[in-house]
């Protein structure tokens, strides 16, 4: 068990470096991975119910969607039992893990960052095979969990040790933080490292045990993060891991009356119906539920007339395509000044059409999958509706090969009426739409119920200050694409029907998992 301080040497908290995969010691380290994973896949994995292993009749198999013959991983479907032992167990463990120091938690968080970077390989392959991800994908996720597990180290010690109150005269004042209780974690399949990490330790550091609940599209994943935090030494009966449908199981841990809380990250309809069914009060619930959702985005760049147009093009063409669009946080819109509306749309049609799609693992490729076969087959439906509301520039086709491969699709001429303007499509489509001017272009920009991302490429000061100031998101970038936050510098989340806006990565994170107790002693 660690000891109850950090080392004092600990140093300030710096993002971790991606690897280099264009040297040839690293692209040969990540194919000693990519077989060495390989050599695992199809194996069977149990339920961890705070340290016990389970298993059940019922199994899902999770498939890699570059090669969708091939099964990643085999795992148990969890049932609505599994769920209520699962919270029991969190509920039963919670006190004795919430009187753990708030110094000795966080030094959990520095040994699986340690464990995660010494597997820094290994994990970009899992993610490269179960999530479809590129490798420079699946390195900046896995990167972006090693962040999570610093910061949020160095954020727990820093909530254990408050600025002082103000000290009123004949007394001792303070103010303290205490862990909520359990909590349901529900990742996504984007970000199944860094997300699932990310929530998993805020929640724990702060005292809290959990009970996860991954997607069914990647639990391979989950169940090398749990092996990771037992290699840590994180206590077992801190923490479940629930594989299962979110309707068979997810209701069940979320309407739990001994759940104090649940983290989502997934679409805005799955996270409102698990913010309705949170309010709902059972008898004997001693609380009201906190819910911390992040639920998605219709991400606009807006291009200015006044700008660097190949920056901006390159800026839209990797915000629109990295992961093949299925970030919460890509830009699904394009929205051009028409004074160089056209000269835009023949530098994104080349850029766009130069991109490679295919297996992930091949580094050539700068796309790879879908996650699966119904993304796929929705994603082309919004295609076919995309072409009766613009005109195709480019794409519009699934591309060659066994697994779920779709073309970057890029449709212009948009209305800001549109389906593909409106709704989140979470692939790679892009609508592209013309605007006047500056002005109407950031009010075709905020035409939407989401608030997550956007984007603005001008060199005008005056416009990027009225960005800033009219530009409704939780994350704004001026002159750069709009994905890619940094955890420390690009605290994450959105307005609206993207989310509480709880700020992933950044200082006020940790508050969500805390409640504020408020002392006053009388001194003599």
């Keep these: 068990m660690p000891t109850a301080a950090l080392p004092p040497q600990l140093a300030p908290f710096t993002n971790e470096p991606y690897t280099d995969f264009s040297k040839a010691e690293n692209a040969q380290a990540a194919e000693r991975a990519l077989s060495a994973v390989r050599a695992q896949l199809g194996r069977e994995y149990d339920l961890l119910i705070a340290g016990e292993r389970r298993r059940t009749s019922e199994k899902l198999q999770s498939l890699n969607p570059a090669k969708p013959s091939e099964v990643v991983g085999i795992h148990q479907k969890g049932s609505e039992q599994d769920a209520r032992d699962a919270v029991e167990a969190a509920y039963k463990y919670f006190p004795k893990w919430a009187a753990v120091p ?23 392959a899992w993610l490269v095979l179960e999530a479809g991800k590129t490798w420079p994908e699946a390195e900046a996720d896995v990167s972006e969990a090693i962040d999570f597990c610093e910061f949020y180290a160095r954020q727990a010690i820093r909530l254990a040790n408050p600025d002082p109150l103000v000290q009123l005269s004949g007394e001792r004042d303070e103010m303290v933080y205490l862990p909520l209780g359990v909590g349901i974690i529900i990742p996504p399949w984007n970000f199944p490292l860094a997300i699932l990490l990310g929530m998993t330790t805020a929640a724990l550091v702060t005292g809290n045990t959990v009970v996860i609940k991954p997607s069914s599209d990647t639990p391979t994943i989950a169940a090398k993060f749990a092996e990771a935090m037992l290699e840590a030494g ?10 299962g449908s979110g309707g068979a199981i997810g209701d069940v841990l979320v309407a739990h009356p001994k759940t104090r809380f649940i983290s989502f990250t997934g679409s805005r309809d799955v996270g409102l119906h698990i913010n309705e069914l949170a309010a709902k009060t059972p008898k004997g619930q001693l609380w009201i539920k906190r819910v911390v959702a992040e639920m998605g985005g219709k991400d606009a760049i807006v291009v200015d007339r006044d700008c660097d147009l190949d920056e901006a093009v390159q ?18 819109r394009a929205i051009v000044d028409a004074a160089i ?17 295919g297996a992930p693992e091949d580094r ?11 993304a796929k087959e929705s994603i082309l439906k919004y295609i076919e509706v995309g072409k009766s509301e613009g005109r195709l520039l480019t794409g519009g086709e699934a591309a060659p090969g066994e697994g779920y491969f779709i073309k970057p699709t890029v449709i212009a001429d948009i209305e800001p009426k549109a389906r593909i303007f409106q709704e989140e499509i979470f692939g790679p489509v892009l609508a592209v739409t013309k605007a006047r001017d500056f002005d109407q272009a950031l009010e075709f920009a905020n035409d939407s119920e989401y608030g997550l991302t956007g984007a603005v490429f001008t060199r005008d000061p005056q416009k990027a200050e009225k960005a800033k100031r009219q530009f409704f998101v939780g994350n704004l970038y001026i002159n750069r694409k709009c994905t890619g936050a940094m955890v420390g510098a690009h605290p994450f989340g959105g307005f609206n029907m993207s ?26």
Excluded: H
């Excluded at 992933?504 to 002392?519: N, R």
């Design 102 to 124: 708030f110094e000795t938690r966080a030094e959990y968080l520095i040994q699986l960052a340690d464990v995660i970077r010494r597997r820094k390989y290994e994990f970009d």
């Design 234 to 243: 994180i206590p077992a009966e801190a923490f479940s891991l629930l594989v």
């Design 364 to 374: 050539k490729n700068y796309m790879g999958p879908v996650i699966n076969a119904r």
């Design 341 to 357: 509306y056209d000269e835009f749309l023949q530098k994104l049609k080349a850029k766009t059409e130069a991109l490679s799609v």
């Design 499 to 524: 989310g509480t806006d709880s700020k992933a990565g950044g200082p006020d994170y940790l508050l969500q998992f805390v409640q504020a107790k408020s002392i006053a002693e009388k001194v003599s």
């Design 315 to 332: 800026g839209v063409v990797y915000s629109a395509f990295g992961y093949q669009g299925q970030k919460c946080s890509a830009c699904s």
